[in-house]
């Protein structure tokens, strides 16, 4: 009896301990994070654009779709349920997922698709991360409609490295298409010729006044003089690089995929599909009795066509109060046009990228692996493959369709996930472990092409052990053409210790490397004509699809997994399937 009361007493003591300690310091309890619950209907939904209605494939009704907001440390769970007749999955793009790889959403890769009348929940949490993400499908090309923002703040009370913003406005950049975007896809993968290109880029899922019939279909952005702006830049355009600037407005770059940098002042950024940037937008400090357009046009390297237009919005300064100006009076004042790099302006995209560098401070560390135990040399370019039998093809040739590899294998989608089959050790039939760790047949990747540009094709994958070191090196290839690929790594952050043009040079360039302050983030472009270097730490059990984030280039193939073993602490491992997990 005696001992039961004390035990009772001890618990009491303990309890009011913990609740005075949280009650003189909040942020203790703050710091554990909360959940968040968001349900997103898969729905079609009638939507106008350049004067043509068509019905798409939306969440919630909604284009762009909803925003999930949370906070460092925050559990984020999201029901999806499928209303549509296509098969859906939803990514996370950026997100770590530590140990919950089943909520990833990569089609065939960690999960089954969500058939027609399904539903599946995806549950994560949201660690060591702060800045802009974004959600997107990942099956064929719906996330040309299926997609939004993932506006992730700092855990309560910790500050941004920089001045507070005045206000936050995410810029989401996309493509439209008056065509049904997974027959445009469809036609491309059976003629095996160069898709269709969309009919517009869109801010915020406006056109623009530059487009046919779209001038009221212009995404706005009213500032007060001397406020400063937070702006979360997301390319979620398909298949388009994109220059973007302010006309008159200097931009300071302050975040990349979540992970802050040193900030810097530049006119102009460079934002590849997959990327996301955050820019303070410093107001100027007087009414300027002007309106300034703010505009993205494609960086574009490749020899295939693309949509070569412009999409614009406008930046409109709230006027003082004793004037309050008319819309009319609004459209009177002078307009000022951003400048834009060529097109092909290659000598920018390395500049803006070579400035990119990790805070590296006591708070936000940049933890670059110093040691390395496996290296990895991938090629990363475009191919073909033969055209089937008594058909004429649109590839490079009329018997050859367009491929794409990765060191030479086109990465074929199995039937079944693979996380499944690695996860119940049924690999047999769905994937092999012998994708090639260096190009098998070398040659001169940046000079004259091989006359053979064949790709093989398999669901070849390489497994790591976990906690390996990785450093990999990705280098385009002159095969069809050099070409800017922004490359996608889902699962993880990596370091980009270097880049460079030409061939990279495993005794030359290494030396140059930086491992002291690179920028850590989740998708980078591997130059035109050149290579990247990244480090990452392979500290997540799963399967992680990595793969190019022009999207025709991952239909075509270019795109492989990473399989992370369990390591041997319980933290260590991947956890059984959740049970709503989708079925094949």
């Not at 996380?419 to 047949?441: C, E, M, N, R, W």
């Not at 790591?464 to 070191?469: D, M, Y």
Request: aromatic share 12%; proline share 9%.
């Amino acid at each position: 009896m005696g001992a039961s009361l004390l035990s009772s007493t001890a618990i009491f003591r303990v309890m009011f301990i913990v609740l005075n300690t949280l009650w003189l310091f909040p942020e203790l309890a703050s710091s554990a994070g909360i959940t968040r619950h968001y349900k997103f209907n898969i729905k079609l939904q009638n939507v106008t654009r350049l004067c043509h209605t068509k019905s798409i494939v939306s969440v919630n009704g909604q284009f762009p779709g909803p925003h999930i907001i949370a906070r460092e440390g925050d559990r984020v769970v999201v029901k999806v349920v499928n209303h549509v007749q296509n098969n859906v999955t939803i990514h996370w793009h950026g997100v770590r997922q530590l140990r919950s790889g089943w909520a990833d959403g990569p089609a065939y890769v960690t999960q089954c698709p969500i058939q027609t009348g399904q539903t599946y929940v995806y549950n994560f949490t949201i660690t060591g991360q702060r800045g802009t993400l974004f959600w997107h499908a990942h099956i064929s090309w719906l996330r040309s409609t299926l997609y939004g923002p993932i506006i992730i703040l700092p855990k309560k009370n910790v500050p941004y490295p920089f001045v507070k913003p005045y206000k936050e406005v995410p810029i989401i950049f996309g493509e439209w298409w008056n065509a049904d975007p997974e027959a445009v896809i469809t036609q491309a993968l059976q003629n095996g010729g160069g898709p269709n290109v969309s009919d517009a880029y869109t801010i915020n899922g406006l056109p623009g006044p530059l487009y046919n019939c779209s001038a009221q279909d212009t995404f706005k952005l009213k500032v007060k003089p001397g406020k400063t702006y937070l702006l979360r830049l997301i390319n979620a355009a398909l298949n388009d690089e994109l220059f973007f600037s302010i006309a008159n407005h200097t931009l300071t770059v302050v975040d990349v995929d979540a992970i802050y940098v040193k900030p810097f002042k530049t006119d102009t950024i460079l934002i590849t599909p997959g990327q996301t940037t955050n820019l303070l937008l410093k107001a100027k400090p007087h009414f300027p009795n002007a309106t300034f357009l703010m505009a993205a046009r494609p960086y574009a390297t490749g020899r295939g066509t693309f949509d070569n237009s412009t999409v614009t919005g406008i930046l409109h300064y709230e006027p003082p109060p004793k004037s309050s100006p008319s819309a009319s009076s609004f459209k009177s004042l002078p307009l000022f046009k951003p400048t834009l790099p060529p097109l092909n302006d290659t000598s920018f995209a390395a500049n803006f990228t070579g400035k990119l560098r990790s805070l590296a401070n006591t708070q936000f560390p940049a933890n670059v692996p110093q040691k390395v135990d496996q290296r990895f040399f991938f090629t990363v370019g475009l191919g073909t493959n033969p055209c089937p039998q008594n058909q004429t093809c649109q590839g490079p040739t009329n018997s050859t369709m367009f491929s794409a590899s990765v060191n030479n294998v086109s990465f074929v989608l199995p039937t079944t996930a693979i996380l499944q089959a690695h996860f119940f050790q049924k690999s047999k039939g769905v994937y092999t472990t012998d994708f090639p760790t260096t190009p098998i047949f070398p040659f001169n990747y940046t000079g004259t092409p091989p006359n053979n540009t064949m790709v093989s094709n398999g669901t070849k994958v390489v497994v790591l052990p976990f906690n390996t070191s990785v450093e990999l090196v990705l280098q385009d290839t002159s095969i069809l053409g050099i070409e800017s690929h922004p490359l996608h790594l889902h699962g993880f952050n990596f370091f980009v210790v270097g880049q460079g043009f030409g061939n990279f040079d495993s005794k030359k360039d290494p030396p140059k490397f930086n491992l002291v302050d690179p920028v850590e983030r989740n998708t980078v472009g591997v130059p035109s004509g050149g290579w990247v270097a990244i480090r990452f730490l392979a500290d997540n059990p799963g399967v992680w699809f990595m793969h190019c984030h022009l999207e025709v280039h991952t239909s075509w193939g270019l795109k492989m997994a990473w399989i992370v073993m369990d390591g041997k602490l319980p933290n260590q491992k991947l956890p059984p399937p959740p049970s709503d997990l989708p079925k094949c």
